[in-house]
Each structure stands twice: as structure tokens, then as C-alpha cells.
């Protein structure tokens, strides 16, 4: 059992959130702000890009990529304009990190920008903006002025000669345009559905330039790189998972919020930075990085949650955000309230997708209101195998894992919920029909809902 | 291609790659798809989104297989139909691997999880890629027992094409067919994942009033047939053809298709004697996969009701029309004929939509028959510099085998300069190269003319706007005032394609001549309607024999008298009179009978005049299927058949021949050949051209006028430089001067015209589904010019007047343009003015 002393928090990139009108010019230029620009500024762009490679800085938006080793993708010497783009529609369920991080310090993002702009040689970065974030939006909007006026953007950025625009961009709310291309799309004014690639956005992403796409956390990791330096950053973390993470910790926890801390922290260290189980109640299943990871459960309480840790334990790190459920919630409804999820924000442009999540809402409806039979959780099974790894894009992987996981810890559930419907005998039938009615409670009692 | 495991150490040629599907070495070209590759290979990896002409889109997901490459498995089964082939790649498809065969089966599954499975009334049952697809690769029964998703159908999305969203997989062939290929927008996907749908600007609030659009434009295209024929389900239905039969109730003919000059390849089907649609043929020389809409619906005109199926003679006592045997009309035609042309002589004009034999026979029939050549098939404005223009440059350029200008070099030229000729509404086909090179990057499109139109947009081009009959001042031009485009022409491979309209503007085929001569470049003419070329090229001119031989050439005539068994110095030695030139003699009673084949006298740059020709001409035979203008003044009538029930050859304006052969067998219709030389027996004149084969047959044996080469067709050799053929055979160079445009006084504009696709054609009739498409009839004008005359001009000659709404344009100041035949805008018949003219315009009080 480990101590509040052994998990510690590393505030880097939230350490200015506490602060009086932190997201201000002025705060931040107090907190350090806008000096990590002027060195970069005053480096090569190589140089740049190596200090991020040495950093092992990787993305924050849940593939984990290492962020130099992109940047390197983008070509020299070419003719064409370079674009670096920011993912900011944040719209996973259960993740709560870029969007805060705009709101508290948006200069972190911009000076994070100005500096990957100039590590690939952009003269122009747009930061595409989850339609619904209005109030972080506007934090965004008043920093790129604040920013312009005192210079850290426009021509000639504190003489350096290096020039940059910043456009701020919203979306119109479909969460399909987190992944990348089909944000480049709707960044375009097209129709938000992934492109084919290749050609990969570094060869021909928006308006057919070459184009970086990045994530907020990502970038604003950047400025703490530069003047921290690649080992102070490699100090925190693992060997492969280096630097701090903001752990958004939601549910039916004592203290939900952000918590940065190294990578590779447990679920057993974060509760207790979070106070703990609310009012006692034990842990059921939880998401270590947001309704696309697979579910984990009690048992995976010490998996140290990093790219290599979470994947080792069969799910994924993805944006870090912990939802946290205790007993009371029903898997199978929460399975449901997930699979329409996606079901609504499926894009329709490939057949797995489109049509899997469509008959697996049904299915999942079907079951939650009793009406399910056994052979339906095979028919789930079968079906999520032929959508996983089927799509065009990672939408109806991430569609098939609560799934595929609810049933492979929780089969008993599942089961339950048939067992009106077994064809012999009757008896138990309200039994049965428990954690549905518990799962309808879980819903009203729910502090932190699946549509964060 | 494919060689066996144990020739493993074959060679890789340049540009290709070495793999392995399903255990087999393969070698394939860089850039190849899978999916072809396999397919090559005897695999067929079903498929829907995929299409050989559009871009690989990746959406449908039927077509998964496992690929390995450098030795590791890739995690997830990868779509064959985006990936391309790459060196050392191990492919298994659904034969070898049963994790693609798996994939493939959950796919289809889930497409038929929504799908009505109404096959049994579905138009596409039977010849249905779904269908078949489901039974090959489907499970026999699906594990979804939910609740389907519906819509309320049919949607239309245009008068022709309707959309049943039921049955749609949303594969976006459609919808990328129409982006891609025809570059006609307003089909689109709207809504998303499982409300996904194809809709159209018009349809998008019928599900979602958020995603209603404003913009009020309906899709709009001649090419949204195509979309019916590549739907791989039944979702995109033809609303002339719906519910009409079942695939395999119909017998399908290859065919060609009788409108205009490009020659598409197509399918007709047809069931108990009657043709229930067309379909496009695939033809990679000429039109790829794709015909216009013109094309696919316009055929209904062969069975109207109104159509003449006995011959008919005008009876001396009552004045009418009467029907009566072949016999009696062939000979009662006879009579007339020889004693016109025993009088002041007889003419001939045999239209424009001849097949190359029935054109062949009825030059021959006017010159054995009729002695004379007074014959033209020009039922359009003609002059004699386009005359001079056709003998140099269109006869004799040897066609795709001898260096003539094809499609595919359309799609290859480095600039391809458009002058008085709208691609997309007078050749389609020509249009969609034009289109699809310029896509690539590689087709530099320019167009003389008057407004942007929407094939300059669509060839991603430019206009170089110049006032209607100024086009040769233009041409000539270029040298000066557009240097680059000078520099361009001058690029090996570049074409200048001009259209029929050439014939109004006095000076342009000079102009373009000298500008081939100056620059390089290549010509081609690409009139309007089939059997334009075919025409020229057996000599239905007045100037010109068989095989482009000048009837002005002595050693010519001889050989074309030789041929045909006519004594030595039969033919006369002076060249006929044209079109206009026959009816101004019939006029001035200098000549007095008229052979007519399909020629409607309001497509004549004077129908006035031809009327009062035809009024005073002593005899008139007319060649006709259904009543027309010229019914009312024949004498006899002689009923002849349409495309479907004849075998022939249209020549397109490439110079390729394009054949086909009889459709609906033994109706009893007559080609125009064989009345020909019925009639000429009964004139005692042999002219043998009984069955097309026997016309084309005659016609092959003349061949190329000796002394050019080699036969046309059958050699390259024909490569000496235009203009500079030898000097016994050199026709006549065209030499027009340009004449300044008029200028218009007040209250007048300079008429600019064309002809659309979809118009008031006698070959559209009967087709309300067809009419529903065509462009919005308007009369174009400068903001400048329409200003003070309110929504709607009217437009007079002193014949009479159109009244149409105003649409500003950006185009020159002082010119008014025109539909050349809209239902409700005859010009010709109307004003009697056409490209070029001074008209009247004021403001219309409609």
C-alpha cells in the first residue's frame, strides 16, 4: 500500500492553474512564460526537434507517438506552407484535460505553438477547438490577442524573424474530428470523415501542404521542455514513457480532477491523491484512458499506467482519463451508454462502423431492458470481432473494447441479464433484473457522466 | 504475368514488383491495386465502393485480406481495393485465408442488417452486385433480429434517378462519380453514422431540417445516369425504367449510340421487340464506362406512336397523304425523280444522322440517280470555307490509325484549345476527357467563347471571352494576346477541337488553319450530330466524292466513274450546290426536286426560305421515321429504320468507325441504303448498296484516292504535313478573311447561341424524364446590357421575337446569348437569326 508521500504529484503543466487570472499574459509572463520561445528561437530548428527526440516527449492524445520523431517527418526545403495543427476537440468520454488546460493557461498551448511552428518550419497554425468548449475558446481567442500584441506572434516574433499566425478554429461538434484527417477535412469545410492515407498529413494533410497534427497537452508540454531540459523531463516517468501526464480522474471518486503526475503512476496512487472511493463504496471496473481502453478492474489497481504498462495489461494508456465506477454501476448499461455513444458519433463512412454500432446499441438496449438471451452475448462477441480492426478508421476499434472487455470480466452480467429469458424455467426473475435497476440508479447518481 | 513457385528467379522488369497472392508468385506493375492484381490472378475479392475509374476510397470494407510484409503480418486485415502492390508482399485473400474470409462475411453481414432484401421487386435483382456478393461471400441467415432502419422512398434526385435509401450501402460510387468524373455537385452524403444517407440539396431536410441547405440549386447534371448503372445495390433506380423488367427477362445487344458525334459504345436491351433501356458499353478508346444522359434515355422517339410505317403518297385528288405499297411509293418516287431530274435537275440532302453507309448511298444515289452534286447533308448553318476546310483538314486526317486526334489524346495533350464548341453540351464524351485530363494536371483547357460556361469550370479552364463572330479575329489573335497560349499550342501534342458553330463565323476555319499551320497543332472537328463525319468522309458534299476525293480533280472522278461502272466523264466536272444554294435554285426555278432524309427545315440558317423552297419544288421525296417539317410539302413519303432496327457504322468525329450491328431483328424496316437502291432500280441505275454491308463493302473497295497513301484506316503513312498534301489531290485550303462583327446600334445586341444537351431535339421526344434535366432556359447577358430591361428581355428580328428571364453573366457588353433549342426559344424557327446575328432587345413583359 503505498502513501500520499510515495505518489507524488509533478505540477508542470498545471502549475500556474491555481494561480489569480492565470490564463492572463501576465500572470504566465510572471511564471515563467514566453522564456522557453526565446530559446528555441534563438536554436535551429534541428536543434528544437532533437531536444524534443532526446525529451522523449510522446503525444498526449492517446497514440503516444513520439512528438520529435513527427516533427522530423516534415520535409526541408520544400516550397509548399507548412501547417502545424492543433487537436483540441476534445470529446472522448471521461476525458477532461486539454480543455481545462485552456482554460487555466492557454499561453502554454500558444508558446508551445510558436515553438513546434518553428522546430517544422509553419507559418501558420490553426487550433481546431471543440465547439461546445465556448468558455475555453474564448481564453483562446483573448490570449492569441494578448500574445499578438506583445508580440510572440505576427511578423518577426521577438526579432527573430521567424513569423507566425495563430487561428483558432471551432468545430461543430462531432467526435470524429478528433482523428486527425478527418479534423483536417472539417478544418477544410468539408464533411468531418477520415481520409485515406497515405498520402499522411507530413506529405499532404491540410490544403495538401505538409501538416503536423498534434495535441494540446502535447504541445504544451513543449515549453517545460525546453527549459527543463531532456533529462530533467526523462527524470519523471519511465525509461519509454518519460515527463508528466495529467490524469483527468472522474466518477465515483472522493476528489475528482485533474492530477498531473509521472507517468507510470497506478490507479492505487491516484486514489489516494483523490481521497479515495467516495463514501467508501469499493471499485468495480474502470477506464484507464477513456471509453475506447478496454475496462480494467479491482485487479489492476498497481498497473503502472503508462504506453507500455496499460498495454501490457491489455488496454491502452489513451488520453489518461480515469473513470472511476464502484459497485453499483451496472457493465452492461454502462456498455450500452457507451456503444450509443459511439452509434451517434459514428461518421458512416465505413461499414463497420456505421452499421456495428448500430445493431450493437440495439443489442445492448435490448439486453439492459431484459429482453436479451444468451446466444445475444455470443452475437455481440462475434460482431465486435468483425468491427475491430474492420473500420476504416480507430472509431470502431475504440466502438468494440468496453464491449468486448464488459463481457470478458463481467460475463456474469451479461448473463444475468438473460436469464429472464432462458427458455426452461422462470423463477428469479426479479433477482434478475438487479443491476438493471441498479444500473438505472447509477444513473442518476452519477457525479460525472459518460458525456464529458 | 503469373509464373509458377519454381521460376521464382524471374526477371522484374523495370516499374514492376514481385509478390505472392494466395501462394502464387505474381509480378505486378508499381501502383497496382490488389484487388485488380488478384483479380488478374482469376480471384475476385468482392467489392463496392471500388471502382476502376474513381479514386480508391476505401469506405465499403468488403474487399479485406491479410497482407504480410517483410516477413510480418500486418495487425489488422487491410483493404485490398486502397493498397497497392509492393515487392516481397505476401497477399491472402479470402481462398487461402480464413481470417479475410471471415472479415469479408461479418461485413456483409453487417451491410444486410438495413437492407430491405427486397430483391424480388428491386429493378437491380438478378444483375445485382449485392445479391450476388451475399451469396458468395454471406451467410445464408442473418442474427439480426432488431428493428431495420427506414426511410420513406423513392426520393428523387433529379426527374431521372431515384433514390431509395433502404437499399443504399453507401458505397459513394455515386456521389464520388459525380465529384470525380462529371464534376457536377449538390450529390452528397448528409448526416452520419447510422443516419447516413445520400441526399441532394433539395432532399437534405427531409430527415434533418438542421442540415437543410439554402443554396437552392438541384443536382444538376447530364451525366447522372452513370450513377444508376455503377450503384452496386438497387438504392439509384431510372424513373423511365422502374418496375418496367427484370434483367433477365431482357436481351442485351451491343451498341452504338445515334446522337452525337462521339460514338459512345453502348448496351441496348430490349424484351418482346421493344427496347427498355440503354445502358452504357465500355469502350476504353472512346468513352470509357460512362454515356450522357442524352445518350442512355433518349431513345423512346423509335417507337412513338406517331412513327411511319407504310410509305406514303400524296394523292393527286384529295392533296393528303395516303398510304400505300412499297411498290406503288417506289414508283410513284421514281416518276418524279427522273422526270425532276430529267427537268431542271434534283438534289439531294440526306441530314446530318446518317450512318456511314446510308450517307455513302445516298452520294451515290445523287450522282448515278440524279446526275449531279447537288447534294449536302448540312442541315445546319454551312459555309463554302467550311466546304474548302472539311476537303484539307477533316477527310483526310487519317483518324485514330493515321495520326488523327483521339480521345486519349484528348486526356494527354498538354493544352487543348476549345473554339466555337461547348464540350459538354455538344459531344459529352469529349467532355469528360477534356475533364479527367484536366484533373490529372496534365490537360491545359482553354476556351474561346463568349461566358465561363460550366464546362470552362468544370475543365478547370479559361475562357478567352470575345463577342459572338469575333472568334476568328480571336484565333488570330492569339499570337499576339496570348503569348503563353501561343507558346503552348506550339507543345508536341497539342489539339485544337472546334465545333459545327466554326461554319457561322466567317474567316474562322481560315483562322484556325493558319494557327495548325503556324503552331503544330493538331485540328479536330467535332460536329454535333453522329453522322457528320461519316458523311464527309462518303462524300455527301457538294465538293467532295468518296474517300475526301475533290470532285474538281479529274484524275479523282475517274477513278470514283471506274469504280461505279460510269463511263468516263459521267460526273460533272463542276462541283453541286450546297444546302443553301438548292433552295435558293428551287426558288429561282432553277432546280426541282428535292431527296430529304432526316432534316428538320428549322435546323436550316433559314427555315423561312426552306419552307418557301420546299413550298415551290416540283417534287419532294422524303426518307423520314416520324413526321417532321418536311412531311407537309413531300410527294412521297418512304418510311426507313431507326438505329435499333438496322446494322450500320457511325463514323465520330476521331474518324473511327464505330459498327454495330441490328437490335430488334426482322420488324421489317428498311435502312435508308436499301430504299435507295430499290429506288434507284426502279430508276434503272444499279447503285448496289442493298444491305449496309454491300454499301460499306463498295465503299471500302474505292478506298483512299490514289496518290495519298495508303487506304484511310489501314495505315499511319498518311502523315505528311497538313496543307502539304500532294499537289494533284491538294483540295482547296480554306481562305476566308475575317469580317469585323456588326456593331450593334441601340437597343440591339449581337446574338451569341448553342445548343444544348437536353433540348427541344425531335430525338428527345417522348421523354418527360429526360426534359426534366436540362438547363434553365435564359437568356445571358452583361450587367451592363441588361440594364433597364428588368427580369425578362425579349429578344426580335423582324421574323419574331423570344421573350426569356435574364440571367447577368459575366460576358462581353452588347451581346445577348441564346439557347440554340430550348422548348420554349426555336431560334432558328423564330428569329431566323443565329450565332453572330444583330437582334433587337428590350425589356420582356412577362
Redesign the interface.
Known amino acids: 500500500m503505498s502513501t500520499p508521500e510515495n505518489a507524488p504529484l509533478t505540477p508542470v503543466l498545471t502549475r500556474r492553474w491555481l494561480s489569480p487570472q492565470s490564463w492572463r499574459l501576465e500572470t504566465y509572463e510572471k511564471l515563467e512564460g514566453y522564456t522557453a520561445v526565446r530559446k528555441a528561437l534563438s536554436a535551429s530548428p534541428e536543434q528544437v526537434i532533437q531536444l524534443v527526440k532526446d525529451a522523449g516527449l510522446r503525444g498526449r492524445g492517446g497514440a503516444g507517438f513520439p512528438a520529435g520523431v513527427k516533427w522530423g517527418f516534415m520535409p526541408t526545403g520544400d516550397d509548399k506552407p507548412h501547417y502545424l495543427v492543433i487537436n483540441a476537440d476534445e470529446g472522448e468520454p471521461g476525458t477532461c484535460k486539454d480543455i481545462p488546460l485552456m482554460m487555466a493557461d492557454p499561453h502554454a498551448l500558444l508558446e508551445g505553438c510558436i515553438i513546434a511552428a518553428y522546430a517544422m518550419r509553419s507559418h501558420h497554425c490553426f487550433i481546431y477547438i471543440r465547439g461546445e468548449a465556448l468558455h475555453p475558446m474564448r481564453r483562446l481567442y483573448a490570449a492569441v490577442r494578448e500574445a499578438k500584441q506583445a508580440g510572440y506572434l505576427g511578423h518577426d516574433i521577438l526579432g527573430s524573424g521567424f513569423d507566425l499566425e495563430i487561428t483558432v478554429h471551432a468545430g461543430a461538434g462531432?467526435y470524429?474530428c478528433g482523428e486527425e484527417t478527418a479534423l483536417l477535412d472539417s478544418l477544410e469545410g468539408r464533411?468531418g470523415?477520415p481520409r485515406?492515407k497515405p498520402p499522411f498529413p507530413a506529405a499532404s494533410g491540410l490544403y495538401a501542404a505538409p501538416t503536423t497534427v498534434n495535441n494540446v497537452e502535447t504541445i504544451a508540454t513543449v515549453p517545460s521542455v525546453i527549459n527543463g531540459g531532456s533529462e530533467w523531463f526523462r527524470a519523471m516517468g519511465s525509461e519509454k514513457s518519460p515527463g508528466p501526464k495529467i490524469y483527468s480522474i472522474s466518477g465515483h471518486v472522493e476528489r475528482p480532477g485533474q492530477y498531473e503526475a509521472p507517468l507510470g503512476t497506478t490507479l492505487r496512487e491516484l486514489l489516494e491523491l483523490c481521497g479515495g472511493m467516495k463514501d467508501g463504496i469499493p471499485l468495480k471496473f474502470w477506464t484507464p484512458g477513456g471509453s475506447s481502453t478496454p475496462l480494467f478492474t479491482a485487479d489492476h489497481l498497481d498497473v503502472p499506467l503508462d504506453f507500455e504498462g496499460a498495454a501490457e495489461a491489455g488496454s491502452m494508456l489513451g488520453t489518461t482519463a480515469v473513470q472511476v465506477f464502484n459497485e453499483t454501476v451496472s457493465v452492461p448499461w454502462a456498455a450500452m451508454k457507451w456503444t450509443q455513444f459511439y452509434?451517434?458519433?459514428?461518421?458512416?463512412?465505413?461499414?463497420?462502423c456505421?452499421?456495428?454500432?448500430?445493431?450493437l446499441a440495439?443489442?445492448l438496449e435490448?439486453m439492459v431492458d431484459g429482453r436479451g438471451s444468451e446466444q445475444d452475448i455470443d452475437?455481440l462477441l462475434?460482431?465486435c470481432?468483425?468491427?475491430g480492426?474492420?473500420?476504416?478508421c480507430a472509431l470502431g476499434d475504440a466502438a468494440v473494447s468496453p464491449i468486448q472487455s464488459g463481457i470478458k470480466y463481467f460475463r456474469d452480467e451479461f448473463l444475468a441479464l438473460c436469464e429472464s429469458n432462458r427458455p426452461a424455467q422462470g423463477d428469479g426473475a426479479a433477482e434478475s433484473r438487479d443491476p438493471v435497476s441498479q444500473g438505472s440508479d447509477s444513473q442518476a447518481a452519477q457525479p460525472v457522466g459518460a458525456q464529458a | 504475368m503469373t509464373v509458377a513457385p519454381e521460376f521464382s528467379d524471374v526477371d522484374v522488369p523495370e516499374g514492376y514488383v514481385k509478390l505472392t497472392v494466395d501462394g502464387e508468385e505474381v509480378v505486378a506493375p508499381k501502383g497496382e491495386l490488389l484487388i485488380r492484381t488478384a483479380e488478374r490472378l482469376g480471384t475476385v475479392i468482392p467489392r463496392f465502393c471500388d471502382h476502376p475509374l474513381l479514386d480508391p476510397a476505401g469506405a465499403c470494407r468488403q474487399c479485406l485480406v491479410e497482407v504480410e510484409m517483410n516477413g510480418r503480418a500486418m495487425p489488422k486485415p487491410q483493404a485490398s481495393c486502397t493498397m497497392t502492390v509492393a515487392d516481397g508482399m505476401v497477399v491472402k485473400t479470402q481462398v487461402t485465408s480464413e481470417v479475410a474470409d471471415k472479415a469479408q462475411q461479418g461485413v456483409m453481414e453487417l451491410l444486410l442488417i438495413n437492407h430491405p432484401l427486397d430483391c424480388p421487386i428491386c429493378d437491380k435483382g438478378g444483375e445485382c452486385p449485392l445479391q450476388n456478393q451475399a451469396m458468395a461471400h454471406g451467410r445464408t441467415d442473418s442474427r439480426f433480429v432488431d428493428k431495420k432502419r427506414t426511410f420513406p422512398k423513392p426520393l428523387p434526385i433529379s426527374s431521372q434517378v431515384l433514390l431509395d435509401r433502404e437499399r443504399c450501402v453507401l458505397c459513394q460510387r455515386c456521389t464520388r462519380f459525380s465529384d470525380q468524373i462529371a464534376g457536377d455537385p449538390f450529390i452528397e452524403l448528409l448526416e452520419r453514422g447510422s443516419h447516413q444517407q445520400i441526399g441532394t440539396a433539395e432532399t437534405a431536410d427531409v430527415l434533418d431540417a438542421a442540415s437543410h441547405t439554402s443554396s437552392g440549386q438541384p443536382f444538376q447534371s447530364y451525366f447522372s445516369g452513370n450513377t444508376i448503372q455503377i450503384c452496386p445495390v438497387g438504392a439509384l433506380t431510372s424513373s423511365q425504367y422502374r418496375f418496367r423488367s427484370r434483367p433477365f427477362d431482357l436481351v442485351s445487344t451491343p451498341s452504338v449510340c445515334e446522337h452525337c458525334s462521339s460514338g459512345c459504345a453502348e448496351r441496348t436491351d430490349f424484351r418482346r421487340g421493344k427496347v427498355m433501356r440503354k445502358l452504357a458499353g465500355e469502350d476504353p478508346d472512346v468513352n470509357e464506362e460512362w454515356i450522357c444522359d442524352k445518350g442512355r434515355f433518349a431513345f423512346r422517339y423509335a417507337a412513338a406512336e406517331q412513327r411511319i410505317r407504310r410509305p406514303l403518297v400524296r394523292s393527286a385528288e384529295t392533296g393528303e397523304l395516303e398510304e400505300v405499297s412499297w411498290t406503288e411509293a417506289l414508283r410513284a418516287a421514281a416518276d418524279g425523280l427522273v422526270k425532276a431530274r430529267d427537268g431542271k435537275g434534283a438534289g439531294v440532302l440526306p441530314g446530318g444522322r446518317v450512318t456511314l453507309e446510308d450517307a455513302y448511298s445516298y452520294g451515290k444515289f445523287a450522282r448515278m440517280a440524279l446526275r449531279t452534286h447537288d447534294v449536302d447533308h448540312r442541315a445546319r448553318a454551312h459555309s463554302d470555307e467550311e466546304l474548302d476546310f472539311l476537303a484539307s483538314r477533316v477527310v483526310s486526317d487519317g483518324g485514330p490509325a493515321g495520326g488523327g486526334v483521339t480521345f486519349a489524346d484528348l486526356e494527354a495533350a498538354p493544352v487543348a484549345l476549345c473554339v466555337a464548341f461547348e464540350p459538354e453540351e455538344e459531344s459529352p464524351a469529349v467532355f469528360l476527357r477534356l475533364r479527367k485530363g484536366a484533373r490529372a494536371g496534365d490537360v491545359k483547357v482553354v476556351h474561346i467563347g463568349q461566358w465561363a460556361s460550366p464546362a470552362v469550370d468544370k475543365t478547370f479552364g479559361e475562357l478567352l471571352a470575345c463577342p459572338p463572330g469575333g472568334e476568328a479575329d480571336a484565333v488570330e489573335g492569339i499570337a499576339e494576346h496570348a503569348p503563353d497560349l501561343d507558346e503552348a499550342l506550339r507543345a508536341d501534342g497539342a489539339v485544337v477541337l472546334v465545333g459545327e458553330r466554326a461554319a457561322e463565323v466567317p474567316g474562322l476555319p481560315t483562322a484556325l488553319h493558319h494557327l495548325a499551320e503556324r503552331t503544330g497543332a493538331r485540328l479536330a472537328w467535332i460536329p454535333r450530330r453522329a453522322g457528320e463525319r461519316g458523311a464527309v468522309e462518303a462524300g455527301t458534299l457538294p465538293t467532295l466524292l468518296p474517300g475526301g476525293r475533290p470532285v474538281a480533280d479529274a484524275d479523282a472522278r475517274a477513278e470514283v466513274e471506274r469504280h461505279w461502272g460510269l463511263e468516263a466523264g459521267t460526273l460533272p466536272a463542276e462541283p453541286g450546290r450546297d444546302v443553301t444554294g438548292m433552295l435558293n435554285a428551287i426558288v429561282t426555278r432553277d432546280l426541282g426536286g428535292l431527296l430529304v432524309g432526316g432534316v428538320d427545315l428549322d435546323d436550316l440558317p433559314d427555315p423561312a426560305l426552306a419552307r418557301k423552297a420546299f413550298d415551290a419544288a416540283e417534287f419532294v421525296v422524303s426518307l423520314e421515321l416520324l413526321p417532321s417539317t418536311v412531311t407537309p410539302y413531300a410527294d412521297v413519303v418512304l418510311p426507313i429504320a431507326p438505329v435499333d432496327e438496322k446494322g450500320g457504322t457511325f463514323v465520330n468525329w476521331e474518324g473511327r468507325r464505330r459498327p454495330f450491328t441490328v437490335t430488334l431483328d426482322g420488324t421489317g424496316a428498311l435502312t435508308d441504303c436499301r430504299v435507295l437502291d430499290t429506288l434507284g432500280v426502279e430508276m434503272d441505275t444499279d447503285l448496289f448498296t442493298q444491305t449496309p454491308d454491300a454499301a460499306l463493302g463498295d465503299l471500302d473497295r474505292l478506298g483512299a484516292p490514289k496518290g495519298t497513301g495508303a487506304a484511310k484506316g489501314t495505315s499511319g503513312a498518311l502523315s505528311a504535313p497538313k496543307g502539304t498534301l500532294g499537289a494533284l489531290n491538294a483540295p482547296k485550303v480554306p481562305l476566308g478573311a475575317p469580317t469585323a462583327p456588326p456593331t450593334p446600334g441601340s437597343g440591339q445586341a449581337l446574338l451569341a447561341t448553342w445548343r444544348q444537351l437536353v433540348d427541344d431535339g425531335s430525338l428527345q421526344i417522348d421523354e418527360p424524364a429526360l426534359a426534366g434535366t436540362a438547363r434553365r432556359v435564359v437568356a445571358r447577358m452583361s450587367r451592363a446590357t441588361a440594364d433597364g430591361l428588368g427580369d425578362h428581355v425579349t429578344v426580335s428580328t423582324g421574323r419574331g421575337s423570344v421573350t426569356l428571364p435574364v440571367e447577368i453573366t459575366d460576358m462581353p457588353d452588347g451581346v445577348v446569348w441564346l439557347p440554340g433549342n430550348a422548348p420554349d426559344a426555336k431560334l432558328r424557327a423564330t428569329l431566323g437569326a443565329g450565332h453572330g446575328a444583330v437582334v433587337d432587345i428590350a425589356g420582356g413583359d412577362r
Not at chain 1, 452509434?343 to 463497420?352: D, I, L, M, V, Y
Open positions: 462531432a470524429i464533411r470523415q485515406l452509434e451517434h458519433e459514428s461518421c458512416g463512412k465505413c461499414t463497420p456505421r452499421e456495428g454500432t448500430f445493431w440495439q443489442v435490448r452475437t462475434d460482431v470481432d468483425n468491427i480492426g474492420r473500420s476504416f
